[in-house]
């Protein structure tokens, strides 16, 4: 890795916004995060396209990051270049299909197809994500997903060239996309919704969003669930073996939803990832199920995206 001769490069060009060592605690939900050697915040695609090729050039690794509300962000940051894409939000609307900028947060896409009585992300309106991570996960919640309502994805590849994927190229499952393995920026995603009752759509979203009230703790920092489900339940499986309250510094196991862990204060991420172990090995001993991580870890060693 150049990193040194690529910031200049980027200097030159007068690339912006772009910030050094900036701490990445500020752009998770979990408020934890080591620095970012450089963090880029693209105004447009074709600036970031430029980018891509010359971190290619210099060898300089790249990161993706939405709003940041399913990582969990090494104490000792990311090195090389984290590109943060919130600032992608146009929206346009063609039919019963809507084209959004991988910016866009899915509660306000949800709410703007629920105005204009479109159905199909009444399941989004609590989701505090963004679309482009929204469809590196896959997210879903209530027995929908995404992949119910995607019609098309464009993205930057790590050559900053554009390409286009059909929804059967995307490998959708259950919180998972051809994005989890491809490094590839989404740049701006096509959903396909049904006609609806606009008042309709609200009222089911509204429900949905007191469920989610009265089950999760949202009034602390987190990351949603933190394991993938079971077929037990991975919620249950963690009551089962005690966990909830279980605490390691300033990381605790949620008292009230017990696949979330909250950040009570200070928490480091090397104290939540310790917690997660614990977790993992305690629900291992007593039910021989391996909870597996639906949050992404990014800066730790040996780890992908
Ligand atoms: C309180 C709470 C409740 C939640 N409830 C749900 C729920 O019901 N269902 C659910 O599925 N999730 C839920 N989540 C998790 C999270 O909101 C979703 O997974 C969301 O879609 C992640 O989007 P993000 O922008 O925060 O992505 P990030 O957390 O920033 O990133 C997630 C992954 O996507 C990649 N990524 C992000 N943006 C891009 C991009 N533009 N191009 C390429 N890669 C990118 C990142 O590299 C990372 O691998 C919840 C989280 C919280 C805090």
Redesign the pocket.
Known sequence: MDLGKFYKQLAEKQVEPLFRNEPLQK????KIGGPADLLYRPKNFIDCAEVLRLAKQFHVPV?????????LIADEGIRGLV????G?REVSWSGQQVTAG??IL?STLSRLTAEKGMSGLE??A????????????????YGC?LAQVIAGVK?LDLAGELREYAPAELELGY?DSI??KK?????ETTLSLKPGNSDEIKEAMKEYLNT?RAK?P?DLP????VFKNTAQGAGRLIEGVGAKGWRIGDAQVSEKHAN?IVNRGEAKASEVLALIKEVQKAVKQEYQVELKT???L?GFEDTG?
């Not at 752009?27 to 979990?30: A, E, F, K, L």
């Not at 590109?83 to 919130?86: G, R, S, V």
């Not at 609590?126 to 919640?141: F, R, W």
């Not at 987190?222 to 669930?225: H, L, N, R, V």
């Open positions: 752009y998770t939900t979990w990161t993706f990051l939405g709003v940041g509300s399913n990582v590109i943060q894409t919130e992608w991988s910016g899915m399941f989004a609590g989701i505090p994500g963004s679309l482009g991570g929204a469809v590196v996960m896959n997210a879903g919640a997903s993205t919180r994005f989890k490094k590839e920026l989404i740049v989610r999760q949202l987190s990351a949603g669930s979330f639906e949050v992404v990014l995206r």
